[in-house]
């Protein structure tokens, strides 16, 4: 995917991200009387902005930078690190004359409204399309190099068990939850006998440095289309046929026969395929094919591109298992929760050194070329991505830390607890504290970003 397309879908996310989170602070504001002053899209530095309009008394716009937004709530210490309200006595529509539980919902606003946008992303899609199940009867391959091929797994291997429990799907063995358990270990068959594999301790960080998991059913190189006039239909390859073998060398997966062809533009190649008749105009599937087929050696000479002219055949045994509303509401719900729980995980192992902290977190370099990949992926791998992605604004949202909704959280929850407000001196110089820290953490995962692609 191309730079363009991978920019445009980042800033799609980032766009619909920032949206959810601040119209939370935007409406529990409102909510409760307080005069919101701006609510912007993307960052207006230096009053640099795309497109402003007021309406009422709010200024809504998109600033120049799309790495963020933020909602300017009247008589609140924020981003902006304005002053000019200090000189006056509180006012009944500014956010420091409210109560401190209506400050604090407003402040969880942001993080309540990615955490539903999550939830509404899990559960239409599971209304919509159904739950997948991928049978483990579908062996695994394996892309070198990855976390899964370090710890042992070869392609061929089926998964029996996670963690000493059987499974019977894909989706139970690469449930995101077990890359946060304390120790992770698969039992796969190999060769009719049973092999455990232990994951390494940092496969979070093995996983996020690799930006994939490395991992997937084999897809059977069964060929659906043959084109006309190309390489392979004049060299008499059928549709429906299985390629074993390419100059002698076993293929299984549909990944190796393209990089094998790719890399072979203008270079003949002998190609070992089978081929059964299908029966009553039925498909005929992959073991089948191989256990039954007559086997033929082709020469193929791939084109100046490196193709020729052959289209995959979808072989996965796999169905989809529809729910109804409320069936689905629950499952988007147990969705989410499980993602919240493993993201907050995840960032305990982060904290705690478990995991590397330079490979483990991504900036916006990164995070554009998920997006862009997610897309290409097809849209319901973007809309998980979304839904991932808001969880995770939301969980480091909820951190602690000055700048932050939870360092806001914790000050306001402080006042709250004293009776009376902290000193405004105080309060400031804990938000510009806050800001450098995030700024110079920004920069820093940037860098990183850049220097480690």
């Given at each position: 995917?191309?730079?363009?397309?991978?920019?445009?879908?980042?800033?799609?996310?980032?766009?619909?991200?920032?949206?959810?989170?601040?119209?939370?602070?935007?409406?529990?504001?409102?909510?409760?009387?307080?005069?919101?002053?701006?609510?912007?899209?993307?960052?207006?530095?230096?009053?640099?902005?795309?497109?402003?309009?007021?309406?009422?008394?709010?200024?809504?716009?998109?600033?120049?930078?799309p790495l963020g937004g933020y909602v300017k709530i009247a008589g609140m210490v924020d981003e902006s690190l304005d002053?000019?309200?200090?000189?006056?006595?509180?006012?009944?529509?500014?956010?420091?004359?409210?109560?401190?539980?209506?400050?604090?919902?407003?402040?969880?606003?942001?993080?309540?409204?990615?955490?539903?946008?999550?939830?509404?992303?899990?559960?239409?899609?599971?209304?919509?399309?159904?739950?997948?199940?991928?049978?483990?009867?579908?062996?695994?391959?394996?892309?070198?190099?990855?976390?899964?091929?370090?710890?042992?797994?070869?392609?061929?291997?089926?998964?029996?068990?996670?963690?000493?429990?059987?499974?019977?799907?894909?989706?139970?063995?690469?449930?995101?939850?077990?890359?946060?358990?304390?120790?992770?270990?698969?039992?796969?068959?190999?060769?009719?006998?049973?092999?455990?594999?232990?994951?390494?301790?940092?496969?979070?960080?093995?996983?996020?440095?690799?930006?994939?998991?490395?991992?997937?059913?084999?897809?059977?190189?069964?060929?659906?289309?043959?084109?006309?006039?190309?390489?392979?239909?004049?060299?008499?390859?059928?549709?429906?046929?299985?390629?074993?073998?390419?100059?002698?060398?076993?293929?299984?997966?549909?990944?190796?026969?393209?990089?094998?062809?790719?890399?072979?533009?203008?270079?003949?190649?002998?190609?070992?395929?089978?081929?059964?008749?299908?029966?009553?105009?039925?498909?005929?599937?992959?073991?089948?094919?191989?256990?039954?087929?007559?086997?033929?050696?082709?020469?193929?000479?791939?084109?100046?591109?490196?193709?020729?002219?052959?289209?995959?055949?979808?072989?996965?045994?796999?169905?989809?298992?529809?729910?109804?509303?409320?069936?689905?509401?629950?499952?988007?719900?147990?969705?989410?929760?499980?993602?919240?729980?493993?993201?907050?995980?995840?960032?305990?192992?982060?904290?705690?050194?478990?995991?590397?902290?330079?490979?483990?977190?991504?900036?916006?370099?990164?995070?554009?070329?998920?997006?862009?990949?997610?897309?290409?992926?097809?849209?319901?791998?973007?809309?998980?991505?979304?839904?991932?992605?808001?969880?995770?604004?939301?969980?480091?949202?909820?951190?602690?830390?000055?700048?932050?909704?939870?360092?806001?959280?914790?000050?306001n929850a402080i006042e709250g607890i004293m009776g009376r407000e902290l000193p405004f001196e105080v309060k400031m110089r804990i938000q510009q504290i806050g800001m450098a820290l995030l700024l110079?953490?920004?920069?820093?995962?940037?860098?990183?970003?850049?220097?480690?692609?």
């Amino acid at each position: 995917m191309d730079v363009l397309n991978t920019t445009f879908f980042f800033i799609v996310a980032i766009f619909i991200l920032v949206t959810a989170h601040e119209l939370g602070h935007f409406l529990t504001a409102k909510l409760f009387g307080m005069r919101v002053d701006k609510f912007y899209i993307g960052f207006d530095f230096f009053n640099m902005r795309l497109w402003k309009k007021k309406i009422g008394e709010t200024e809504y716009g998109i600033g120049v930078f799309p790495l963020g937004g933020y909602v300017k709530i009247a008589g609140m210490v924020d981003e902006s690190l304005d002053t000019a309200y200090q000189a006056s006595e509180p006012q009944p529509w500014e956010f420091r004359a409210k109560p401190v539980w209506q400050r604090l919902i407003v402040l969880a606003g942001g993080v309540f409204m990615n955490m539903m946008l999550a939830a509404v992303i899990f559960i239409g899609v599971t209304l919509t399309f159904g739950e997948s199940r991928t049978t483990v009867d579908n062996p695994a391959y394996i892309e070198t190099g990855s976390a899964f091929s370090l710890m042992g797994m070869q392609t061929g291997d089926r998964i029996a068990a996670v963690n000493g429990k059987a499974v019977s799907s894909w989706e139970e063995a690469l449930d995101p939850a077990t890359f946060t358990a304390p120790s992770l270990s698969y039992t796969v068959l190999r060769d009719g006998k049973q092999v455990r594999l232990n994951a390494p301790a940092n496969m979070l960080s093995r996983l996020n440095e690799n930006q994939a998991l490395g991992i997937r059913p084999v897809m059977a190189p069964v060929i659906d289309d043959v084109l006309a006039s190309e390489p392979a239909a004049k060299a008499g390859i059928k549709p429906g046929a299985l390629i074993t073998a390419i100059n002698g060398k076993s293929v299984s997966d549909w990944t190796e026969v393209v990089s094998i062809i790719s890399a072979n533009a203008g270079k003949p190649l002998d190609i070992t395929w089978k081929y059964l008749e299908p029966s009553a105009n039925k498909q005929t599937d992959p073991a089948a094919i191989l256990e039954s087929g007559s086997t033929t050696v082709t020469e193929v000479v791939p084109n100046a591109a490196g193709k020729i002219g052959i289209a995959l055949r979808q072989t996965l045994q796999t169905e989809r298992i529809s729910l109804n509303i409320f069936e689905s509401i629950a499952s988007g719900t147990a969705q989410t929760w499980k993602m919240s729980v493993m993201t907050v995980q995840g960032f305990a192992r982060i904290f705690t050194g478990q995991e590397d902290f330079r490979k483990s977190l991504g900036g916006p370099v990164k995070i554009a070329k998920i997006a862009g990949r997610s897309a290409e992926q097809g849209p319901i791998s973007f809309l998980f991505f979304l839904a991932v992605l808001s969880i995770s604004l939301a969980v480091i949202n909820m951190l602690p830390i000055p700048a932050l909704d939870g360092g806001q959280f914790v000050m306001n929850a402080i006042e709250g607890i004293m009776g009376r407000e902290l000193p405004f001196e105080v309060k400031m110089r804990i938000q510009q504290i806050g800001m450098a820290l995030l700024l110079t953490l920004f920069a820093y995962i940037l860098l990183n970003d850049i220097l480690n692609p």
